[in-house]
């Protein structure tokens, strides 16, 4: 299997995930060199090493079309800001989306677009995304007038916020398509999996001369292009002098799926000088669970919070820890995720457990922490949080309570406070009850108090024209895709 192949079949045929068969080392040296480089050449270092089938040439091509001035609005990419003497945050909302999908999703099309072409691929490559909210906007700006690409988004109609229903209907190109589904998040989902897995579809797909591909998050793909902002972060603490080369840090990510922290942890064992990994959960603390006593189980009430893409049971990308903690035993993972199928939970056992403790430490915070830690950092630091990121930002200050551990730590930033703006108001203002402000009004308030900058993405939302208006049923979906093409 090559990494083109793994990219454009995203799932194993037995369901399973692809991993790396090893993982490639980056030298002490090698990583003091990047504190020179752009975002764009730390990517190429990075990659390079994983997507083995793909010429040198091929990856720098790619990295400088997904990274460009057009698409991030800061030259770093992934900038790394001081908060406090111990505390950086790395900020990786600055694409086309403000959200960190967009870190991958803006790379993912130019590799499919490669792999297809490599692996002798004369169809379209067609994407079929699921989404709650940030993912289909990501995808949909990603994949936009690629050659030889389509993507298309299906949405619950009850369950995104207007502002991610404006950013999705609003979306140009002429590869683009966005088609609501009556019904909520898993109705869509299913919906997805279920056209994947129709003879009938994909066959009516193929004689429009389309192949269907995915856009997940367990997609290497999508994984690959993580790992290098974790270098990027490091390479910018040894510039700004906060760190000595070789000296350990930790991070501390927002989780929801587990695909950023994953990206983390495989940094981590390329040799990056990584102590600890610091999981931050919403009320939906399934992870928090699972670091403390080994089981994960969903067996448990699901909560809508106010960080929204944390609301998740099943983290898919879990399955590639327990992997490594099982040692590579496949059978052993196989038989879990039977478990999990089958009866919602396993348990990976005492001593599992506690080697996965000395690398991760697992904590939550409620909306009601959340708010508090946007208002807090605000008047501390001066600094501007999301309700994810400030998730982070409260379990780290539970980690040091509790472990003392004073090791230089990176707050891993994944969405513009913007995207969130009636939220982060009352977080700013020390209000405690729902607001139901409409967002733009939200956000004109917030840019005069804080006077952070609104980004452009953000006031010109209210004035793009609406293009996507497909609404169809949850038995509709198949039919809803061949009408679109
Ligand atoms: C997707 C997302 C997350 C969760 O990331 P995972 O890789 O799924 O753990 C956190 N915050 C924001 C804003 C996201 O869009």
């Not at 270092?45 to 990274?67: C, F, H, N, P, W």
């Not at 367990?218 to 270098?231: D, H």
């Not at 972060?233 to 799926?257: H, K, M, W």
């Not at 928090?288 to 960080?307: A, E, M, P």
Request: aromatic share 8%; net charge negative; hydrophobic share 40%.
């Amino acid at each position: 299997m090559t990494a083109s192949q793994a990219i454009l079949r995203g799932l194993a045929p037995d369901g399973g995930l692809y991993v790396p068969t090893i993982f490639p080392t980056v030298s002490s040296r090698q990583i003091s060199q990047m504190t020179d480089m752009s975002y764009e050449q730390r990517a190429a270092v990075i990659l390079e090493r994983y997507l083995e089938d793909y010429s040198m040439k091929e990856i720098t091509g790619a990295v400088q079309a997904a990274y460009s001035r057009e698409r991030f609005d800061d030259p770093a990419v992934a900038p790394v800001r001081k908060l406090d003497a111990s505390t950086w945050v790395m900020e990786l909302f600055h694409g086309p989306t403000l959200a960190f999908k967009d870190m991958a999703l803006q790379l993912l099309p130019h590799l499919t677009r490669l792999a297809a072409e490599k692996n002798g691929e004369t169809k379209e490559v067609s994407i079929l995304v699921a989404t709650s909210g940030d993912t289909g906007k990501a995808a949909l700006e990603g994949f936009r007038d690629v050659a030889g690409t389509s993507c298309t988004v299906f949405y619950p109609l009850e369950g995104v916020s207007d502002i991610q229903k404006l950013q999705m209907m609003t979306t140009g190109g002429n590869n683009t398509h966005v088609i609501a589904v009556r019904g909520n998040f898993d109705d869509a989902q299913t919906g997805v999996k279920e056209l994947f897995a129709s003879e009938a579809f994909v066959r009516a797909m193929a004689e429009k001369g389309k192949v269907l591909s995915s856009a997940n998050s367990i997609n290497f793909g999508r994984l690959a292009p993580q790992i290098v902002y974790y270098f990027s972060a490091y390479a910018d603490l040894i510039s700004q002098g906060a760190i000595r080369p070789g000296e350990a840090v930790n991070f501390c990510v927002p989780t929801g799926n587990f695909g950023n922290i994953l990206a983390g942890f495989y940094a981590r064992n390329m040799g990056l000088p990584v102590n600890r990994l610091i999981c931050a959960s919403n009320r939906n603390k399934v992870l928090t669970d699972f670091f403390h006593d080994g089981r994960y189980s969903v067996l448990r009430t699901f909560f809508k919070t106010i960080s929204p893409s944390m609301d998740i049971l099943v983290s898919s990308n879990l399955e590639r820890l327990i992997y490594e903690a099982a040692d590579r035993d496949g059978e052993l993972v196989r038989t879990w995720m039977r478990q999990l199928k089958e009866c919602g939970s396993y348990s990976v056992g005492e001593q599992r457990r506690d080697w996965i403790d000395s690398v991760f430490w697992g904590e939550c915070a409620d909306d009601v922490e959340t708010l508090r830690e946007i208002g807090l950092r605000f008047q501390q630091d001066h600094y501007l949080m999301d309700p994810h990121t400030a998730v982070a930002g409260h379990v780290l200050r539970q980690y040091r309570r509790r472990t003392n551990d004073t090791t230089p730590c990176v707050i891993v930033s994944t969405a513009s406070p913007y995207k969130f703006a009636a939220d982060v108001l009352r977080g700013v203002k020390g209000e405690r009850e729902v607001a139901s402000q409409d967002a733009f009004a939200a956000s004109e308030e917030l840019e005069k108090l804080t006077g952070v900058p609104m980004p452009a993405q953000v006031r010109e939302l209210r004035n793009l024209p609406v293009r996507h208006t497909a609404v169809c049923d949850r038995d509709g979906m198949g039919q809803a895709v061949l009408e679109a093409f």
